[in-house]
């Protein structure tokens, strides 16, 4: 069993970025308020709920898991993904990324839409994608998508938002910085000061530590596992080869 010291070093090196150490932060709505109102540059928005590992269900098709699903005052939702890449793959992630979004987007509507809603007081819906690759290789932190029509280019809003957000363009503003922070999450920052308190608190707290640490335990066995399960599927399809 790992000493305390040993659980604050292992926890210390968590980053926002990684999965399991982004769902502890997200659970306070507090930051993801802070967290949305940047990305989305809305000083005013006013978070009322914030769930992560939201679990749309659907009976037939795919459900999905959302990392962080916020609601604001207004009604209106917000989905927070968060994907840590290998930043040595390729990066032609933009169309993975996209239909992964859509997907998403699709499951809110069909999960939040009571029956008999009237199409005009469906909420606004949010997509906020952040990865550490840049998914359109403009050398931007952040791309908000627009609909438009395709001679006139005039905007056209039907209620969806796709933002994609990446940490590996620092193109000077503050979102750029806020990636840098994900990937490099130590120290009080006071441009996100709600969000870099709680990281110190996973990281210094010793009942918070302890916590952090036996989930990270628990999510490393969980790779292990799957990686030997892939490597014994790839040695029996190469024993079927031979017969």
């Keep these: 069993m790992k000493t305390f010291e040993e659980q604050k070093a292992l926890v210390r090196r968590m980053n926002v970025i990684d999965d399991q150490f982004f769902q502890k932060i997200a659970e306070d709505k507090e930051v993801c308020e802070e967290l949305l109102q940047i990305l989305l540059d809305k000083p005013d928005l006013e978070i009322v709920e914030a769930h992560t590992q939201r679990k749309l269900p659907n009976l037939q098709a795919r459900a999905v898991i959302l990392d962080a699903l916020c609601k604001d005052s207004k009604g209106n939702l917000f989905n927070i993904e968060v994907q840590k890449d290998d930043k040595k793959r390729d990066h032609s992630k933009a169309e ?142 190469k024993l079927l080869k031979k017969g």
């Design 96 to 237: 993975e990324y996209q239909k992964r979004v859509r997907f998403n987007l699709a499951s809110m509507d069909t999960a939040f839409a009571e029956k008999g809603t009237e199409f005009h007081n469906l909420p606004d819906l949010y997509a906020i994608f952040i990865s550490q690759i840049d998914p359109f290789e403009e050398h931007q932190a952040a791309y908000h998508v627009q609909r438009s029509l395709a001679k006139s280019k005039t905007a056209v809003y039907n209620g969806i938002n796709e933002i994609y957000v990446n940490t590996a363009s620092n193109d000077g503003t503050l979102v750029a910085e806020l990636m840098q922070y994900f990937e490099n999450s130590n120290g009080i920052n006071p441009k996100f000061e709600k969000l870099s308190y709680r990281v110190e608190h996973f990281k210094n707290d010793e009942n918070e530590v302890t916590t952090m640490a036996s989930v990270f335990d628990e999510y490393a066995q969980e790779v292990a596992q799957e990686r030997v399960a892939e490597q014994a599927k790839e040695a029996a399809f």
